[in-house]
Every structure is written in C-alpha cells, then in structure tokens.
C-alpha cells in the first residue's frame, strides 16, 4: 500500500510549511491527483488519518481534488478530456495520442492553518475590588 508513504509524505511536507509559518495546527491540507496517478483515493483518505496521528496535522482534513485525462489531439488541433484511462483515443475523430496533457499529478495546492492570534484569547480575569 503505497499510500501510506505518500501519506506521510505530505504529513512531513504540510508539517514543514506549517511550523515555518508558526502555526499551531493544520486545518486542511487540499492535493490535487491525476487519474493515472496509480492512487487509490479512499486508501489515501484512510492513511491519512494514521499518519497524522501525534502531529501539528492531527484532526485535519484532506481535501482531494482529481483530474480527469486530456490528451493533445493533432487532428483536431486541441487538447481533449477523456471519459476514461482505457482508449487513449480523440472522443471526436477517433484518432489515437500518446500526448498526455494532464493525469499524472500529484501535488499540494495548499495547506489552511490556524496560527496563534487566529486563537480567541481566553476571557479577562474579573477583578475584585473591594
């Protein structure tokens, strides 16, 4: 299950960003994943929640954007998206292409935190005068 590396891999990334910003904890961490990205979103979402455990990203969500398959059609002088990973083939000619436009990502597109003066301070302490 190589999802749980890229699990951790993103905990460690987001960790990182996060203490450079001085935050005290993550939110939500969004990630975009290409289809032929060979990763299995749900498998994902489970790893995620193990490898936040005992981090600055414990109690976070992750948020999972996927993008479809497009391909460079040399006929139709266009980029095409695909219904799916099986025919690499232009929905409108029918003309096979190899030239991958987008799928294969994996990356972070961004990391919401909560910093310290995000944080409402606790009420003031009521004097007494008597």
């Keep these: 299950m190589h999802e749980l590396s890229i699990a ?13 910003a001085g935050a005290n904890r993550v939110l939500e961490v969004r990630i975009v994943i290409g289809v032929l990205a060979g990763v299995s979103v749900d498998s994902l979402l489970f790893c995620y929640d193990i490898a936040t455990r005992d981090t600055l990203l414990e109690g976070s969500r992750l948020a999972v954007r996927e993008l479809p ?11 095409v ?50």
């Design 81 to 130: 998206e695909l219904p799916g990973a099986l025919r690499f083939t232009c929905p409108s000619c029918d003309t096979p292409s190899a030239d991958i436009r987008q799928g294969r990502e994996m990356q972070v597109e961004g990391i919401e935190i909560e910093t310290p003066d995000e944080i409402a301070p606790p009420p003031a302490a009521l004097e007494s005068t008597l």
């Design 8 to 20: 951790h891999s993103l905990v460690e990334l987001a960790a990182e960003a996060a203490e450079k």
């Design 69 to 79: 398959l497009v391909i460079h059609c040399a006929v139709c002088a266009r980029d």
